[in-house]
């Protein structure tokens, strides 16, 4: 029995595999174990530093938006008495102060950019590329080109951006119990910018003597916006933005704003400058005195931007302590993760050694057995002696387990292969004796027709009946061949024998004979150079072969050319045809049986098998004879057979010359009986 246990060592052994088996899971786990708790530490930093940054950044801008709003406010007055000094020396106080925190806002936004979501960046770029938008607004009101109306949206939309980069500083805090803290921060900012709109509008109204239909609806808007909200902000809001709240509507200066603000939303009707017959007071009766309102007004705006300080600092703290809490539950779930996984690894581990101990050593006896005393088994069973199976083949014992069932299983293989290889050792034995038996008295039989033949033939003196005598006479030729197939593919020797060298072109002929359409046969070239009588015998039969295979497999009006040459190493037999050829599949398929030639077992497996190929690839190997096939130029095929040097006696040469090329072509005969190997 062939063993292969040299290509195990190229294969994983069971130990390396079941060691992956452990270590793949472990370092994936650990790996896994690894990101995840560098996420929730990365993302823990990214909101603590988020939370950071919004700090110093709302801070600014807050700062900044107070002052623009401040300004906004005076500008109104101003616009509305443009002979009141004192505003002018207030108004140009204030935008210093603005400049100022705009400086301050600019320094710091370049800051809030990297590492920022999308919002925080879109807003802090407008805000960056509109700054000269405060210097546009200012010249309008200085020149006189904007009016009241004009100059609050512009002094507006520099607020709202502002705001709009404060609210998107609020959004990163939005995560776990900060959520609704950072949403009520930003509620509260559009609450505190409407308020502060209004006190802007009305202030300047106040110092223009008059309000308008637009700006009276503008006004009822703004506070019905900021009177609608706040009440439902303060109903979620906790701690010190709740105190702060409740002592600003509970103040005084609260309720007088709100006193003053109804009434001027509920003073007698404003018709559109455009209303015909519409009275004058109607467009300019307020009835709220510029005192009055600037001592209740300004007091509660200050109280509405506490409240909102203390609702981002409160969302601020609320986020800061998220990302701690995160922090200190990731770091605690990483350990207990860690020390699980390290004890499941150790288990793995532990069971993945016992397990491999026990499969090494089920190993180091199976091989035992496959390797060394299973083929011995085999060999004497091949051998005819007889094989005591229990003896031979204790039974494996590993538990009751998988690994011991598998061990009862390779007991039971293995018996089983051992006496299907006695079985087959019997049944091969026996078909070669019937197979040898056959062919021996067949060879007998056809050995004595040849020589009745031959006595035939050298009595017969009519052409005619020479001729068909001939024919027969390869007809028999070529049975007592067959004959000798069987016995080459049964292992045994051909019982004709040659003592003394032959030329070759002789055996080329005795070959060339032994076909039945040796007439469409040229023999075109030989050396002059003998074959030694041991393997004269297996020469003619392996050319013969592989010359009636060329005139079977081409048509019966092409010849067949033999042609024979000396070559580097030997005498080279090209045997070519001019048929259809053969696939490349079919000549690798052929030239891989020539090269290895199998069992006569094998036999079974062809569903049309060709028994010439296999005694070509029997007698080949007998002699190191080297057998190719491959497509002939003419479109056929072209078998060539290189006879070994060791095979060839060139000092016998005899004088005669060679078979010239293109020499006409003589009658084949057969050999007489002495050439045919008889003793």
């Not at 700062?63 to 623009?68: F, N, P, S, T, V």
């Not at 101990?357 to 060999?379: C, G, M, Q």
């Not at 003419?634 to 005899?654: F, I, M, R, S």
Request: one cysteine or more; a neutral charge.
């Amino acid at each position: 029995m062939e063993t292969r246990t040299p290509g195990r060592s190229r294969r994983p052994t069971i130990r390396a595999q079941l060691t992956r088996i452990v270590l793949i899971p472990s370092i994936s786990f650990l790996v896994l174990w690894t990101v995840m708790t560098a996420t929730g530490f990365v993302q823990a930093a990214e909101l603590m530093l988020s939370v950071a940054q919004g700090r110093e950044g709302i801070a600014a801008f807050t700062r900044l938006a107070h002052d623009l709003r401040e300004e906004r406010r005076l500008t109104q007055v101003r616009l509305g008495d443009p002979g009141d000094g004192q505003v002018h020396a207030d108004l140009t106080a204030q935008r210093r102060r603005t400049d100022e925190s705009a400086e301050a806002a600019a320094d710091i936004a370049p800051t809030l950019g990297p590492g920022a979501d999308d919002e925080t960046a879109r807003t802090v770029r407008e805000f960056l590329a509109d700054r000269d938008r405060l210097g546009a607004a200012r010249a309008d009101v200085d020149s006189g080109r904007a009016d009241r109306a004009a100059a609050l949206a512009a002094y507006t939309d520099l607020v709202v951006l502002t705001a709009d980069i404060s609210s998107a500083l609020l959004r990163p805090m939005e995560e776990g119990d900060s959520v609704s803290e950072a949403v009520l921060a930003r509620r509260l900012i559009t609450v505190h910018e409407q308020h502060a709109r209004a006190d802007a509008l009305l202030s300047g109204a106040i110092a223009a003597g008059g309000m308008n239909y637009e700006e009276t609806a503008h006004f009822t808007y703004l506070t019905a916006a900021y009177r609608d909200t706040l009440p439902a902000v303060a109903g979620e809001l906790r701690g010190l933005p709740r105190e702060r709240h409740d002592a600003m509507v509970g103040s005084a200066a609260w309720r007088d704003t709100e006193d003053m603000s109804r009434r001027v939303v509920t003073r007698p009707p404003v018709a559109p400058a455009d209303t015909p017959g519409a009275p004058a007071a109607w467009n300019s009766a307020i009835g709220v005195d510029a005192a009055d309102w600037d001592r209740a007004a300004r007091p509660a705006g200050t109280a509405l931007g506490r409240v909102l300080d203390a609702q981002v600092d409160r969302a601020a703290d609320t986020a800061w302590n998220s990302a701690l809490s995160r922090i200190g539950w990731g770091a605690a779930g990483s350990v207990l993760t860690l020390l699980a996984g390290a004890a499941a690894i150790v288990a793995a581990s532990r069971s993945s050694h016992r397990l491999t101990a026990r499969l090494r050593a089920l190993r180091t006896e199976a091989l035992s057995l496959s390797d060394t005393r299973l083929p011995a088994i085999v060999d004497s069973a091949r051998a005819g002696r007889r094989v005591d199976l229990d003896a031979e083949l204790p039974r494996l014992s590993y538990g009751d387990d998988e690994i011991g069932q598998v061990a009862d299983a390779f007991t039971t293989a293995q018996r089983t292969a051992v006496g299907a290889a006695v079985k087959e050792a019997e049944i091969r034995k026996g078909a070669n004796r019937v197979f040898l038996g056959i062919a021996y008295r067949n060879q007998t039989l056809v050995q004595r027709q040849l020589s009745i033949l031959d006595e035939i033939e050298s009595d017969e003196e009519d052409p005619r009946a020479l001729r068909r005598l001939f024919r027969l006479d390869h007809l028999a030729t070529r049975a007592r061949r067959y004959a000798d197939n069987l016995i080459i593919l049964s292992g045994a020797g051909s019982a004709r024998r040659w003592r003394d060298p032959m030329p070759v072109a002789d055996v080329l002929r005795a070959a060339i004979t032994e076909t039945e359409d040796y007439e469409r046969v040229r023999l075109t070239s030989a050396p002059r150079a003998r074959l030694r009588g041991a393997a004269v015998a297996d020469v003619v039969h392996l050319v013969a072969e592989l010359v009636e295979n060329a005139t079977q497999f081409s048509p019966k009006t092409c010849s067949v050319d033999v042609n024979c040459g000396r070559v580097s190493g030997g005498v080279a037999v090209d045997v070519e045809d001019r048929g259809l050829g053969m696939t490349e599949d079919a000549y690798a398929e052929a030239n891989r049986i020539l090269a290895d030639p199998p069992e006569f077992d094998v036999m079974a497996l062809p569903e049309e098998p060709r028994l010439g190929l296999f005694v070509v690839a029997r007698l080949a190997a007998r002699h190191g004879v080297v057998v190719r096939l491959r497509p002939s130029p003419y479109g056929g095929t072209c078998a060539t057979a290189v006879v070994p040097e060791h095979l060839l006696d060139w000092a016998a040469q005899t004088p005669r010359p060679a078979v010239v090329r293109g020499a006409p072509r003589t009658e084949a005969r057969p050999l007489p009986a002495e050439s045919r190997g008889e003793r």
